[in-house]
């Protein structure tokens, strides 16, 4: 079992800069991936950017090179850190982790609950 908990949420006008904390808690030993998620309204819940253990990153086209994504596996806790903030990044976000596990799937998939981020313009 693993609990993600994520802070750093809130308001920011449009070209500002905001720095999600996600902090996991439990059987954390083995968790590989750490990532983030987010869903406007109406919208499907797509990646924004992962980390495996090994540092190694992933970003979806819309915000690379805005976002950077990085871990400190001492505290257990990857953060997402968001510049040049537009209206389209208006969200909820979510930590993301898996856990790697001896199963015909390898892995397990752990949500947090989600903060959410508005940009005003």
């Known amino acids: 079992q693993v609990q993600l908990v994520e802070s750093g949420g809130g308001l920011v006008e449009a070209g500002g800069s905001l720095r999600l904390s996600c902090t996991a808690s439990?059987?954390?030993?083995?968790?590989?991936?750490m990532g983030w998620y987010r869903q406007a309204p109406g919208k499907q819940r797509d990646m924004v950017a992962r980390?495996?253990?090994?540092?190694?990153?992933n970003y979806s086209g819309s915000v690379k090179g805005r976002f950077t994504i990085s871990r400190d596996d001492a505290k257990s806790t990857t953060y997402l850190q968001m510049t040049s903030l537009k209206p389209e990044d208006t969200a909820v976000y979510y930590c993301?982790?898996?856990?790697?596990?001896?199963?015909?799937?390898?892995?397990?998939?752990?949500w947090g609950q989600g903060t959410q981020v508005n940009v005003s313009s």
């Open positions: 993301y982790a898996e856990r790697l596990v001896a199963t015909l799937a390898g892995k397990l998939a752990y």
């Open positions: 439990g059987r954390i030993f083995s968790i590989d991936v």
């Open positions: 980390i495996t253990k090994d540092g190694n990153t």
